[in-house]
């Protein structure tokens, strides 16, 4: 299964086209948003944007877990980290996130053992060779990974390895989802619906759109899935048709993964969730089952500051959709890649690290 | 968070998975995909397959794609 | 605990070496231990008539007409022996490499190693056998070297230090500032082995086709500039990869680079990693390639030069620069779906990301 063919600029050219011609004839501009860091990604690796017709404006939500992740997490990740004999195990997503202090790298620096894995089983390896050591993992990441972090908890248990905990800080998209079609400020044609996310939830999770008059199609992330996402969201704007459409059929289907959804839910149930920039979505979060309380690092008694988000930064309203990167005073202006001030700048697909890698330019190249 | 690549899986056991894409080959988990066998291609996040590649949509994907690209050829 | 054995006696190009059992304190005391490691490991392994005198300095012959190039570096990998090469090759290659760049021959260099206490005597050995095959390939000799040994816990294993000399023919000057607007770009071979080698090995990948590039170039290069092709500077991309000489050269050579994706040569392997591990190629060391800035008339003209070299097979053009515009990326890349993209600087250590 060759991922060549889904970048063939042939076919990419002949998408691109259809998405000329649609957009001709479009009455006014559609606006569409991803949902997904993933999303950003791809269209950013691909050079998409530039590409998109001018009558299609494509914007970034809320779907870089890293920047939602509230500053009292990562401050309870680092408070953690300092105590004797935990090691903590967190996504690489997670390193460089500013918190109300230091970032995980900055505290590794200071001492604080903080590793970087690749799979929650990676952490569980190191529960499992170092009884001494309690491993904290940082459980974050939407739906896709939900089930990952289920699959290691399932086989400490089954294995009976003590020393492997959760610091929970999951998250679902349709709470987040609804609120942002709610959002008067916000208006949203349509979603490119997150192709991984939907191959663990199913399509069939987003049907909730239609009652809100938004349509959202599921895509993949090679570039022509995010192009024909887009297409087929133009040609239901344009039609006033407002379902649920999958051009990732090749993964994704209206049901998704039982069994996956099955081991989530043994280990997890919906908690009222704090995203950054929207205050608390109820439902939104999932958090460790009262049974599993011997897993949940957040019942640990740690000293926390009070969070402190920094002066000036407007993740917030970035997140929300409601002004893009550069309206906030800090953006390039203290705030960049190199020395990120929210969340928003940290991620490589957050939408302002985004903007500022890619948006920023006047155009691209000289001539 | 959805960085997720499709592996061909070259070994299944109830122990656990190996896939394989490009020559690299790595561990996988395959509680999520119990009807996969050796040979078949899934998809692996975070050390986990979490779903089939559907062979069938995965060639009906390619063939659109062709389509749109022989279009091009003809213009 | 086990006796320690007496050295056992080894075989390098040719010559017979003594490798002990395991690094002690005393090997770098200076006293017996130290002497017998230099004479009877060392000078044997890495074999030329300045090092044998073993005297406070190499007293050297006159250099060839020309200006002298130095440089210096340290060497400090993990794991230090790997697919494909090991510390003692790496920091061999690393130093004749950055001599080479700058158009100079590459003479003579220095070895100074800092060994932990208990470190194997397998890796000392495999890392003595890589610098010497590394040194016979780019035909350079190293004159001084140098041992300390650290407390157990406080060094890595092994780490080395190195110093480089060369001379830059009479008539040669390559540097940044002598691009212009329209120069091809080339590399000499796929990007990225060996950032994905290490890589591979750090997070439980298994990819039995990757290994590290690491590989002297000096004479490919010489090849390469005696072909009378108008280079105006060369580059080998290894710490922070192609992107960061790009930056690099973009700055300084006040020009936009524009690469072009789909003439990058990459090998499947190390996308593959990649792709795993949500990073990019171009981001990633390279140990035994070249950029080369050339004169666009005479960018075929290189091209087939390299590919008649061992160390230059695959090479391809990659892109090209052209005039700075200000408000425009310093390095753009044309995509392999047909978009453009600024090509960004890593903040930073890439890490493996899962969005």
Redesign the interface.
């Known amino acids: 299964m060759k991922t060549a063919p889904f970048a063939d600029p042939k076919a990419m050219a002949g998408i691109l086209t259809e998405l000329q011609n649609e957009a001709k004839t479009l009455d006014r501009r559609v606006t569409l948003m991803e949902v997904c860091g993933t999303h950003t990604h791809s269209v950013a690796r691909a050079g998409l944007r530039r590409m998109m017709p001018e009558m299609v404006r494509l914007i970034s939500g809320p779907g870089c877990p890293v920047c939602v992740t509230p500053v009292d997490y990562l401050d309870r990740a680092l408070a953690l980290a300092a105590l004797p004999n935990i090691t903590v195990c967190t996504f690489g997503d997670l390193m460089r996130v500013p918190s109300s202090t230091l970032s995980l790298e900055q505290a590794r620096a200071e001492g604080a053992t903080v590793e970087v894995v690749y799979s929650p089983l990676d952490a569980l390896a190191m529960a499992r060779d170092d009884s001494e050591k309690k491993v904290i993992f940082l459980a974050v990441g939407f739906e896709t990974t939900v089930p990952t972090i289920a699959g290691a908890l399932d086989e400490a248990e089954r294995e009976a390895i003590p020393n492997f905990m959760l610091l929970p800080g999951n998250k679902t998209m349709p709470q987040v989802m609804r609120v942002l079609v709610d959002d008067p400020d916000l208006d949203v044609d349509g979603f490119l619906l997150p192709g991984h996310v939907s191959v663990i939830t199913g399509w069939k999770l987003f049907e909730f759109l239609e009652a809100f008059k938004v349509a959202g199609v599921v895509a993949g992330f090679m570039p022509t899935d995010v192009a024909q996402g887009v297409l087929a969201l133009v040609r239901l704007a344009k039609e006033g048709r407002t379902e649920i459409g999958n051009v990732y059929g090749r993964v994704v289907t209206a049901d998704g993964n039982q069994h996956a959804r099955d081991l989530v839910d043994r280990y997890f149930e919906p908690s009222d969730e704090i995203w950054r920039g929207f205050g608390m979505v109820p439902g939104s979060g999932l958090g460790l089952r009262s049974e599993w309380a011997h897993r949940d690092a957040s019942k640990i008694e740690v000293e926390v500051p009070p969070p402190a988000e920094p002066v000036g930064c407007r993740c917030g309203d970035v997140l929300r959709g409601v002004i893009d990167p550069p309206e906030c005073p800090l953006f390039d202006s203290g705030c960049d890649p190199d020395t990120p001030v929210g969340a928003c700048m940290v991620s490589s697909e957050g939408t302002c690290s985004a903007w500022y890698r890619h948006e920023r330019w006047a155009s691209e190249a000289g001539s | ?6 592996m ?1 899986l070259i070994e299944c056991s109830e122990f656990g998975g190996v896939a394989e ?7 996988v ?1 395959v ?4 009807e996969a066998e050796v040979g078949d ?1 899934v ?6 397959a ?6 069938d ?2 060639a ?3 063939e ?10 003809d213009l | 605990m086990q006796r320690l054995v007496p050295p056992r006696a080894v075989g390098v190009g040719g010559r017979i070496v003594k490798v002990p059992q395991r690094v002690l304190l005393a090997h770098g005391g200076g006293g017996r231990l130290t002497r017998r490691l230099v004479e009877e490991l060392f000078v044997p392994a890495l074999h030329n008539p300045h090092l044998a005198t073993l005297t406070d300095a190499a007293v050297l012959p006159e250099l060839p007409p020309g200006r002298p190039a130095m440089t210096t570096d340290a060497f400090v990998v993990d794991p230090p022996i790997f697919a494909g090469g090991d510390l003692g090759c790496l920091s061999i290659c690393g130093t004749v490499n950055d001599v080479a760049m700058s158009g100079a021959k590459p003479l003579w260099l220095t070895w100074a190693l800092i060994l932990e206490e208990g470190a194997e005597g397998e890796l000392i050995e495999t890392c003595v056998k890589g610098a010497a095959r590394a040194a016979e390939e780019a035909g350079i000799s190293v004159v001084a070297g140098d041992t300390k040994v650290v407390p157990r816990g406080k060094g890595d294993g092994i780490f080395a230090v190195t110093a480089g000399l060369g001379v830059v023919p009479p008539g040669r000057d390559l540097g940044d500032a002598h691009i212009e607007s329209g120069d091809a770009i080339l590399v000499s071979g796929p990007i990225g082995d060996h950032g994905a080698t290490i890589l591979a090995h750090r997070h439980d990948l298994d990819a039995p086709g990757l290994k590290s590039d690491c590989a002297p170039l000096n004479h490919l290069t010489e090849a390469v500039l005696e072909s009378g092709a108008a280079v105006r500077v060369m580059h080998d991309p290894t710490r922070g990869g192609v992107v960061t000489v790009c930056h690099e050269v973009a700055e300084r050579g006040a020009t936009q680079i524009v690469l072009d994706e789909s003439a990058i040569p990459v090998r499947r392997e190390v996308a593959g990693v990649c792709d795993l591990l949500g990073m990019d190629p171009l981001a990633l060391a390279c140990e035994g390639r070249v950029l080369i800035w050339v004169a666009s008339a005479d960018a075929e003209r290189v091209l087939g030069v390299m590919h008649s070299h061992p160390r230059g097979e695959n090479a391809a053009i990659i892109g090209h620069t052209q005039e700075a515009v200000p408000g425009t990326p310093p390095v753009v890349m044309k995509t392999q779906v047909g978009g453009v993209r600024p090509l960004d600087l890593l903040s930073g250590l890439d890490l493996p990301r899962i969005c």
Do not use: N
């Open positions: 968070m959805c960085l997720a690549i499709p061909k894409i490009d020559g690299v080959r790595r561990q988990s509680i999520y995909t119990p291609w998809l692996v996040h975070a050390g986990f979490i779903s089939q590649v559907d062979a949509e995965a009906k994907t390619l659109l794609l062709r389509e749109y690209s022989d279009a091009m050829v």
